[in-house]
């Protein structure tokens, strides 16, 4: 088997253990199945428009444009964010799905329909690279470390955008989807640029700094689902952490940032009396 597959099934299976085990501490019991389905039926969307939709549209743009002018160029920059972000809500064209999110739980669709197209074009990736010779000379850790580390990223990023665009799902979901594709412009442009070679810009930097990007955006990303699920004060209790009441001795502790929202524990001590207290991650913090 080609390394790189190795790499893509290694990548998928953490992508699928943190952010499936994310999707369902935060939501509710009854959404479970609704979740599942939406995150099934986007797996197969990345490879399917890129053979498509998107295939489709690089012909038209050929026939108008020269595909070696900086226009062309410039304009396939655009393919990955005005197409990928409507896409991912295509499943929910089915009413059982869409009627289902609300302002409580849109945070577990928006992730659920972005990991799964991210996992679907993980595979997409994994296909194309296996046909570039090259990568195959690529040493083994190497290629898993840094596929499993950079899809680890992407994905939260494409739930994250996915959340934004449902944010206001029923009266602005124009405007939510406009942000969507903007910040997943952003997150592109370090490689974009790298890619469009314009005289003056010092690819050397770019190459450097890329990867960077991806960990700032993923940091950014991570306060951004923060606030959409729990507003400006789940922002502050990052650093401040949350005020809990002991239902032991009824004394009040804060929480640290670590127990609200990022550790896979479901206890936690109180400081006071030593009570194993149980998190409910479904209340937000
Ligand atoms: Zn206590």
């Given at each position: 088997m080609h390394k790189i597959f190795?790499?893509?099934?290694?990548?998928?299976?953490m992508v699928v253990f943190f952010y499936v085990s994310y999707i369902l501490r935060i939501s509710l019991r009854r959404d479970y199945s609704r979740l599942l389905t939406a995150f099934l039926l986007t797996i197969p969307l990345s490879p399917a428009t890129n053979y498509s939709v998107k295939a489709l549209l690089d012909e038209l743009i050929k026939l108008i444009i020269s595909n070696q002018s900086g226009i062309y160029q410039l304009i396939t920059m655009t393919y990955a964010p005005l197409i990928s972000e409507p896409i991912k809500l295509l499943p929910l064209l089915l009413p059982f799905l869409y009627l289902r999110i609300n302002r409580e739980n849109f945070v577990s669709f928006g992730m659920a329909l972005g990991v799964g197209f991210g996992v679907?074009?993980?595979?997409?990736?994994?296909?194309?690279?296996?046909?570039?010779?090259?990568?195959?000379?690529?040493?083994?850790?190497?290629?898993?470390?840094?596929?499993?580390?950079?899809?680890?990223m992407v994905c939260l990023?494409?739930?994250?955008?996915?959340?934004?665009?449902?944010?206001?799902?029923?009266?602005?979901?124009?405007?939510?989807?406009?942000?969507?594709?903007?910040?997943?412009?952003?997150?592109?442009l370090p490689r974009n640029l790298f890619n469009l070679n314009i005289g003056g810009i010092n690819r050397q930097i770019l190459r450097f700094y890329m990867p960077f990007h991806l960990i700032l955006f993923f940091v950014l990303m991570v306060l951004l689902l923060t606030y959409l699920r729990a507003g400006k004060r789940g922002l502050r209790?990052?650093?401040?952490?949350?005020?809990?009441?002991?239902?032991?001795?009824?004394?009040?502790?804060?929480?640290?940032?670590?127990?609200?929202?990022?550790s896979t524990r479901a206890t936690e001590e109180c400081p006071h009396c030593g009570a194993q207290n149980t998190i409910d991650f479904k209340k937000k913090p």
């Amino acid at each position: 088997m080609h390394k790189i597959f190795i790499a893509a099934s290694a990548a998928t299976i953490m992508v699928v253990f943190f952010y499936v085990s994310y999707i369902l501490r935060i939501s509710l019991r009854r959404d479970y199945s609704r979740l599942l389905t939406a995150f099934l039926l986007t797996i197969p969307l990345s490879p399917a428009t890129n053979y498509s939709v998107k295939a489709l549209l690089d012909e038209l743009i050929k026939l108008i444009i020269s595909n070696q002018s900086g226009i062309y160029q410039l304009i396939t920059m655009t393919y990955a964010p005005l197409i990928s972000e409507p896409i991912k809500l295509l499943p929910l064209l089915l009413p059982f799905l869409y009627l289902r999110i609300n302002r409580e739980n849109f945070v577990s669709f928006g992730m659920a329909l972005g990991v799964g197209f991210g996992v679907g074009e993980i595979w997409l990736n994994a296909f194309r690279s296996s046909q570039i010779p090259s990568e195959s000379y690529l040493p083994i850790g190497y290629v898993l470390l840094g596929y499993i580390s950079e899809w680890l990223m992407v994905c939260l990023l494409h739930g994250a955008f996915t959340s934004l665009a449902l944010w206001k799902l029923r009266r602005r979901l124009g405007w939510g989807l406009a942000a969507a594709m903007g910040l997943h412009l952003l997150a592109q442009l370090p490689r974009n640029l790298f890619n469009l070679n314009i005289g003056g810009i010092n690819r050397q930097i770019l190459r450097f700094y890329m990867p960077f990007h991806l960990i700032l955006f993923f940091v950014l990303m991570v306060l951004l689902l923060t606030y959409l699920r729990a507003g400006k004060r789940g922002l502050r209790q990052i650093f401040s952490g949350a005020k809990i009441e002991c239902p032991e001795c009824k004394t009040s502790y804060k929480r640290s940032y670590w127990m609200t929202h990022l550790s896979t524990r479901a206890t936690e001590e109180c400081p006071h009396c030593g009570a194993q207290n149980t998190i409910d991650f479904k209340k937000k913090p």
